[in-house]
């Protein structure tokens, strides 16, 4: 072995119902970080299977057989993403992990680019999109807004237009291991470990196969997850809220009683109470269902779960000379 340096990198990809994009996507991984040895960095790629119901089991295993840098990790169920990537990097306790998406969208070509900003010093490398080939404008739209909004609410940042596409530390990843929280919004989580971060501007592709996993519903709960996980404002809202209401009704009060006083009509006036009484009922519900959000996001967090039970677990071999993952 020559003396220079000698990094290790596990690349961990979160797959549900890939079948289709991974036997494309695999020979893509390799031969990049294949190339990257050159450069003293040993590669090897974690796939997740978060609960798929095509063959992305089946198919993931063939790609094992043929590479033994591959390791796999299957989940008991569908969990979803952020908890797939958890899982994914709960198993990276060497070297600096990579994650790419499994559907090419997060082109690996860039992974060297990667890696160099790693090796100049950089914990959290995060791909930052300036183009989105193949999602329709209300989906770019919407982004748009969230990234908006939670830039303005949270105070641990969060950067717009970043995806998952990113490349962290060892100790960047130790740190993120240590946040178990059941709701995890991972762009947020990562804001949150901090130390030294920069963006790599990339042009995020179409995907290569199948749909997406994410319609606007799922997105939309996404989106409560990390305004609801990163921020109490909409609590301090619903106080705002009342306090504006009770100074309007105050006001409204002085005048009701005042006509009342000048004119005596005091049965007249059934339409503005029902108005009242609805504008009253309706921001109170608002201001409960805002906080039943936080106390059942609190109910799910005491209940003490495991984040993800593991149905099957390969490592991979030790690619890099001697060390073990
Ligand atoms: N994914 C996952 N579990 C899920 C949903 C998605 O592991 O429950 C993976 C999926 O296989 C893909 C990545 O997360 O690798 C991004 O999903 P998708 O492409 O559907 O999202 P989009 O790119 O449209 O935001
Ligand atoms: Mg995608």
């Avoid at 990094?7 to 996507?25: G, I, K, M, Q, Y």
């Avoid at 306790?93 to 990667?114: K, R, S, V």
């Avoid at 962290?168 to 130390?195: C, I, N, T, Y």
């Avoid at 309007?248 to 009509?265: E, M, Q, R, S």
Wanted: charged letters at 25%; glycine letters at 10%; proline letters at 5%.
């Amino acid at each position: 072995m020559d003396t220079r340096r000698q990094d290790l990198l596990t690349v961990v990809v979160a797959c549900f119902n890939e079948a289709d994009s991974l036997p494309r996507l695999h020979p893509r991984i390799r031969g990049v970080l294949d190339g990257l040895e050159a450069e003293g960095v040993s590669g090897r790629v974690l796939y997740v299977d978060d609960g798929s119901r095509d063959d992305t089991w089946g198919r993931l295993q063939k790609i094992a057989a043929g590479d033994p840098g591959v390791g796999l990790l299957r989940l008991s169920r569908n969990f979803g993403k952020e908890i797939a990537l958890t899982a994914g990097l709960d198993r990276v306790t060497e070297g600096a992990a990579m994650i790419l998406d499994a559907d090419g969208q997060d082109p690996p070509e860039l992974i060297p680019e990667f890696v160099a900003r790693w090796r100049e010093g950089f914990d959290d490398v995060y791909g930052t999109r300036i183009a989105r080939e193949g999602d329709s404008w209300l989906r770019r739209g919407t982004a748009a807004v969230f990234y908006r909004v939670i830039g303005r609410l949270s105070r641990t940042p969060v950067p717009a237009d970043t995806g998952d596409f990113r490349l962290l530390s060892p100790r960047a990843l130790d740190a993120l291991r240590q946040l178990r929280e059941r709701h995890r919004f991972m762009k947020g989580l990562f804001g949150w470990v901090g130390f030294r971060r920069i963006a790599i501007p990339y042009k995020r592709r179409p995907r290569m196969a199948g749909r997406s996993k994410f319609s606007l519903w799922r997105l939309w709960n996404f989106a409560l997850e990390g305004i609801t996980s990163f921020s109490t404002a909409p609590l301090r809202l619903a106080t705002y809220l009342g306090l504006l209401t009770a100074l309007v009704a105050f006001f409204a009060g002085i005048v009701v009683v005042l006509k009342t006083l000048v004119w005596g009509d005091s049965v007249a006036g059934w339409p503005t109470m029902m108005v009242v009484i609805l504008f009253l009922g309706g921001v109170q519900l608002i201001a409960l269902g805002t906080i039943g959000e936080y106390l059942g996001r609190l109910y799910e967090e005491a209940k003490q779960r495991p984040l993800y039970l593991v149905d099957d677990w390969r490592e991979p071999a030790g690619v890099c000379s001697g060390t073990q993952l």
